[in-house]
């Protein structure tokens, strides 16, 4: 995701609310390019989460991240 760097905690502040609601079973880590702007999410499967319902629910989070930017 890119995002202007003056907006880069704003975002990730949105971000954590959408995981905190939506998503609370997965575990979320942040990285990538801060100073350009370039973030990567990386979601960590909950344990006991089927590999279909993970990538289901990745859809969905991409879907929803992108219908917030």
């Known amino acids: 995701i890119s995002v202007r760097t003056?907006?880069?905690?704003?975002?990730?502040?949105?971000?954590?609310e959408i995981f905190d609601a939506e998503y609370p079973n997965c575990e979320v880590v942040?990285?990538?390019h801060i100073g350009d702007g370039n973030l990567h999410i990386s979601?960590?499967?909950?344990?006991?989460?089927?590999?279909?319902?993970?990538?289901?629910?990745?859809?969905a989070l991409a879907r929803n991240i992108r219908t917030r930017l």
């Not at 003056?6 to 954590?16: G, L, T």
């Open 43 to 59: 979601v960590i499967k909950a344990d006991g989460s089927s590999d279909e319902a993970f990538v289901a629910e990745g859809d």
């Open 6 to 16: 003056s907006v880069i905690p704003v975002f990730m502040e949105a971000m954590r």
């Open 30 to 32: 942040w990285f990538g």
